[in-house]
T-cell receptor, first 116, second 113 residues
Framework: DAGVIQSPRHEVTEMGQEVTLRCKPISGHDYLFWYRQTMMRGLELLIYFNNNVPIDDSGMPEDRFSAKMPNASFSTLKIQPSEPRDSAVYFC??????????????FGPGTRLTVL | GNSVTQMEGPVTLSEEAFLTINCTYTATGYPSLFWYVQYPGEGLQLLLKATKADDKGSNKGFEATYRKETTSFHLEKGSVQVSDSAVYFCALSGKAAGNKLTFGGGTRVLVKP
C-alpha cells in the first residue's frame, strides 16, 4: 500500500489567500484525522471523520478553517483567508477503527504551509 | 481530561549509549499507550504500543512497559545508533476522550557517532 498521501508537500502563500490541503487515506481505513504541528503548540488534532462524516471538529481553530471528506478516498482541509499564524506542518492520518482505542494511526508525510 | 507529559529534549548521546525517555500520563479509565517516532522531514510512525497494564511493547530494540501504578510508559533502548536520531512522541488513547490520540510534547533525540 502507498500509505497516506498528502499534497502538496510544501505550500507558500500570501496572507489572505485561500489554501487547500489534500489527503488520500489508506484504502479500507474508516477514520481520517487532520493534525497541525507547530513548535509552540506541538501536535494538535483539528478534526476527524468516521466513514466520511465529521465526528469531532472541536480542534478547528476558527471559522477560517473547514474540512470535507466527499468520499472514502479523499479529504480536504481549507483555510480561507489564510494568516501568517497558520504557518505549520499539517498532517493527515488514517486508521481502521478507533472504537477500541487500540488501533494504530498511519500518518502522511505532511504539508508544510508558510503564509507570508 | 487526558494528558501526557514527557521529558523535554533535546537528548544528546553517543552511539551505543543507553536511552531512556520518560513519559507519564493522566487519564480516566484504562487507556492504550503508544510511542510514535518522527524522523526528519517525515510524518509520525508507530514505534510500539501497549493496550493494558503490565504489557510490554517492543520494536527495533526499543521497549516500554505500561505501568498503571506509576501511570508511566517510559521508552528505553539499550544501544542507540545514529539512525535513531528523531523526535519521539508518547501518546494515549482512551474512551473518555472519544478514543482520540493525546500526544505529549515530543522529545528530540540526537545520537552522535
Amino acid at each position: 500500500d502507498a500509505g497516506v498521501i498528502q499534497s502538496p508537500r510544501h505550500e507558500v502563500t500570501e496572507m489572505g489567500q485561500e489554501v487547500t490541503l489534500r489527503c488520500k487515506p489508506i484504502s479500507g481505513h474508516d477514520y481520517l484525522f487532520w493534525y497541525r504541528q507547530t513548535m509552540m503548540r506541538g501536535l494538535e488534532l483539528l478534526i476527524y471523520f468516521n466513514n466520511n462524516v465529521p465526528i469531532d471538529d472541536s480542534g478547528m481553530p476558527e471559522d477560517r478553517f473547514s474540512a470535507k471528506m466527499p468520499n472514502a478516498s479523499f479529504s480536504t482541509l481549507k483555510i480561507q483567508p489564510s494568516e501568517p499564524r497558520d504557518s505549520a506542518v499539517y498532517f493527515c492520518a488514517s486508521s481502521l477503527d478507533v472504537s477500541g482505542g487500540t488501533d494504530t494511526q498511519y500518518f502522511g508525510p505532511g504539508t508544510r504551509l508558510t503564509v507570508l | 481530561g487526558n494528558s501526557v507529559t514527557q521529558m523535554e529534549g533535546p537528548v544528546t548521546l553517543s552511539e551505543e549509549a543507553f536511552l531512556t525517555i520518560n513519559c507519564t500520563y493522566t487519564a480516566t479509565g484504562y487507556p492504550s499507550l503508544f510511542w510514535y517516532v518522527q524522523y526528519p522531514g517525515e510524518g509520525l510512525q508507530l514505534l510500539l504500543k501497549a493496550t493494558k497494564a503490565d504489557d510490554k511493547g517492543s520494536n527495533k530494540g526499543f521497549e516500554a512497559t505500561y505501568r498503571k501504578e506509576t501511570t508511566s510508559f517510559h521508552l528505553e533502548k539499550g544501544s542507540v545508533q545514529v539512525s535513531d536520531s528523531a523526535v519521539y512522541f508518547c501518546a494515549l488513547s482512551g474512551k473518555a476522550a472519544g478514543n482520540k490520540l493525546t500526544f505529549g510534547g515530543g522529545t528530540r533525540v540526537l545520537v552522535k557517532p
